[in-house]
């Protein structure tokens, strides 16, 4: 019976050092991913380069400053209007 459990034994301890070295394998492949997906080489741009911004799609104006503003400005412009029309 000593010699079927040295047996299962042994087979356990390969098998547990199989699945060691095969989870520090894994480790090891994330962690050279990881570490050439952050080692990226940065771009070299030209001294005399330009920017092209080529826009597509409908443009949208949108109004710039304080709301409040725009609507007292607006309220001015029109009792100007009024007292020019009256």
Do not use: K, N
């Amino acid at each position: 019976m000593a010699a079927v459990a040295a047996i299962f034994g042994a087979i356990w301890r390969v098998l547990d050092g199989l699945r060691r070295f095969l989870h520090l394998l894994l480790l090891l492949i994330i962690f050279g991913i990881v570490i050439g997906a952050l080692r990226g080489s940065i771009p070299s741009i030209p001294s005399r380069a330009a920017l092209v911004i080529a826009p597509q799609g409908e443009l949208v104006e949108q109004f710039s400053g304080d709301p409040v503003e725009r609507a007292l400005e607006r309220t001015q412009d029109r009792r100007q209007e009024r007292a020019r029309l009256a």
